[in-house]
């Protein structure tokens, strides 16, 4: 399975703001990689096990992709080992 296209993503880059805090709940070892929104509520789904990171990296690349950003703006604040994920945009605005 390849990577998913930029349009295959929700456009997310409303997100990349400084100082932007977004929640995400993670499902990994996932049939694809994809980004869901239910509910209000932002499931990143991601192919990756994880472990050592894997997981993580993965999700923030996914993320960065649909905001249109580079991975390296966004910052995993809380969640290393869950689920529930809070990551913080630290990059510029895109507005």
């Known amino acids: 399975m390849g990577k998913p296209k930029k349009k295959d993503l929700p456009d997310l880059s409303h997100l ?4 932007a805090e977004i929640a995400v709940t993670v499902t990994p070892k996932a049939a694809r990689n994809a980004i869901q929104i239910r509910d209000g509520v932002l499931r990143v789904l991601v192919t990756v096990v994880p472990e ?19 991975p390296s703006h966004l910052t995993l604040k809380r969640g290393q080992g869950a689920r529930a994920k809070l990551f913080v945009y630290l990059g510029p605005s895109r507005s």
Do not use: D, E, I, R
């Open 52 to 70: 050592k990171g894997k997981a993580n990296t993965a999700v923030q690349g996914l993320l960065a992709k649909a905001m249109g950003v580079a």
């Open 16 to 19: 990349a703001q400084p100082g």
